[in-house]
């Protein structure tokens, strides 16, 4: 996958989270490890309200290949608020599936 189309995905997933739309979030998750609720929990418990991250996070997306699986990456994005940077991260893992983008949302979590 390249590194754009990651980029990609991840701004998907960011939009997704600083809107609140979780459930918009699982169906494109398949559901995958978090539910619409999880989500909702985990940014209720950062304590204030998501914006999108600054254009040097998109510059600098921690993306690491998975061990043992071609072609899929661990991708891990801080969350932001209007006072900044906040405690939680986003991470997720992405692979591809006929071509199109598949995405595993693992966590949202302090780092």
């Given at each position: 996958m390249d590194?754009?189309?990651?980029?990609l995905v991840a701004k998907h997933v960011m939009k997704l989270l600083v809107e609140r739309r979780f459930?918009?979030?699982?169906?494109a998750t398949d559901g995958v490890r978090l539910s619409a609720d999880a989500m909702a929990d985990a940014v209720e418990e950062i304590g204030?309200?998501?914006?999108?991250?600054?254009?040097?996070?998109?510059n600098n997306l921690k993306a690491v290949a998975v061990r043992n699986?071609?072609?899929?990456f661990s991708v891990h994005v801080d969350?932001?608020?209007a006072g900044g940077r906040s405690t939680h991260q986003?991470?997720?893992?992405?692979?591809?599936?006929?071509?199109?983008?598949?995405?595993e949302l693992d966590d949202i979590v302090q780092r």
């Open positions: 590194p754009n189309d990651l980029t459930v918009d979030l699982e169906e204030a309200p998501l914006v999108m991250p600054p254009p040097t996070v998109w699986w071609p072609g899929a969350l932001y608020t986003v991470e997720m893992t992405v692979h591809e599936k006929n071509g199109r983008p598949v995405i």
